[in-house]
């Protein structure tokens, strides 16, 4: 009797779960529009606080202690960190390279389990594993986007690399990643 408790309570979880996921279709935007960035937060018009603060490498380095090197070439790059109401930051940069749009993220979380720090919300229809560097990964894609996240379990800290490209493929999102990303602790 018990077991089967347990497992419509499981099959109903799951149900709810799969409900949840499949109404996801549109995406969040956490970037900072039109605010005035000399402020640590923003609110906006809804009166809602704005996460993200945007700085230079030196100033994302300085608040949330991780380095978000751009691939040689990048002259657009924009940093910014992210209070998403944990105990630490989220770092981030946004830059074009390849032609493509990108953004690589990183927290810092201590742990050995990886976190979805993307703020992506979309239906994804192609999943695969990979690797970035020597990390594992899992890539995510949809018709309109993609993204690859990993932990680099050395130092602590969970990485995510997206790239708003129609048809961008998962095999694309490994290689791209794995060109941009620096690890903390170097080369192993």
Do not use: H
Request: aromatic fraction near 8%; include cysteine.
């Amino acid at each position: 009797m018990k077991r089967t408790i347990t497992v419509v309570a499981a099959a109903i979880a799951a149900g709810a779960l799969a409900f949840a996921l499949a109404g996801c279709g549109c995406t969040v935007n956490i970037n900072n529009t039109g605010s005035d960035s000399s402020s640590d937060s923003t609110s906006t018009s809804e009166g809602v606080e704005n996460p993200v603060t945007e700085s230079d490498e030196q100033g994302v380095v300085e608040a949330t202690g991780i380095d978000l090197p751009v691939p040689a070439g990048v002259e657009d790059a924009a940093w910014s960190y992210i209070d998403d109401g944990s105990d630490n930051l989220i770092a981030q940069v946004t830059f074009t390279y390849n032609g493509k749009t990108c953004t690589m993220r990183a927290q810092s979380t201590g742990d050995i389990e990886a976190y979805d720090i993307s703020g992506m919300y979309y239906t994804w229809t192609a999943e695969a594993a990979g690797d970035v560097g020597n990390c594992d990964a899992a890539a995510f894609t949809c018709s309109e986007c993609g993204y690859v996240q990993w932990l680099d379990v050395v130092p602590g800290i969970d990485y995510c690399f997206a790239v708003e490209e129609p048809g961008i493929t998962t095999e694309e999102l490994f290689t791209m990643a794995t060109e941009c990303f620096v690890p903390m602790q170097g080369e192993a």
